[in-house]
């Protein structure tokens, strides 16, 4: 990881309270007044995964076995 891509991690860890605020703003403002989010982990990653032949990367949701749901890239 280069230095300009820690930095940005840290800052991210730092700010990660605000993000989760306006995360639940966005949520009330779109009418999802049901879901409540107690808590979120930001990760700062650029690098795409290398695909097999005929795939290429895409950034989706991918749901874990705890039953939350982790934005990743995966080879479609």
């Known amino acids: 990881m280069s230095y300009d891509e820690l930095d940005l991690q840290q800052q991210l860890e730092a700010r990660k309270d605000d993000v989760l605020d306006l995360v639940k703003m966005a949520l009330r403002a779109a ?5 409540d989010i107690k808590s979120i982990h930001v990760d700062m990653t650029r690098r ?3 695909c097999p032949p005929g795939k290429s990367p ?3 949701a ?3 076995p705890d039953g939350s749901i982790v934005y990743k890239h995966v080879c479609k």
């Open 31 to 35: 009418g999802l007044h049901n879901l």
């Open 48 to 50: 795409a995964p290398i």
């Open 58 to 60: 895409v950034w989706e």
């Open 62 to 64: 991918v749901p874990q």
